[in-house]
């Protein structure tokens, strides 16, 4: 099971950005997945997750109208389409995956996700 990450950069604030996950080893129906992100000095927190198979889909607060999430089984990618930046959106943003039976709890359980992509940096300044 492997993840990459991609997309990340510098933006204005009140620009957009769409991070990529391409994920290989497995298949999107099979895994929850989820976004985090960690800002200097801050825990890892979840921004994002989403079922392919049962089309459920959670947001954080802090983020909710102006993140989506979305996929494309076929190039077994997960975006996320980053809209509005402040730059309290500035971190290093990762994807990941959880079983099934954590869904429900998905931006809850940072524990509970078996397999981590590497990173990408969003940078939001003027």
């Known amino acids: 099971v492997q993840l990459q990450a991609s997309g990340g950069g510098l933006v204005q604030p009140g620009g957009s950005l769409r991070l990529s996950c391409v994920v290989s080893g497995f298949r999107l129906d099979d895994r929850v997945i989820g976004w985090f992100r960690q800002a200097p000095g801050k825990e890892r927190e979840a921004v994002s997750c989403f079922s392919s198979e049962l089309g459920n889909t959670y947001y954080a607060d802090s983020v909710k109208g102006r993140f989506t999430i979305s996929n494309n089984n076929a190039e077994n990618t997960v975006y996320l389409q980053m809209n509005d930046l402040k730059p309290e959106d500035t971190a290093v943003y990762y994807c990941?995956?959880?079983?099934?039976?954590?869904?429900?709890?998905?931006?809850?359980?940072?524990?509970?996700?078996?397999?981590w992509g590497q990173g990408t940096l969003v940078t939001v300044s003027s």
């Open positions: 990941a995956t959880l079983p099934y039976r954590w869904v429900r709890h998905c931006l809850d359980v940072r524990s509970r996700y078996d397999n």
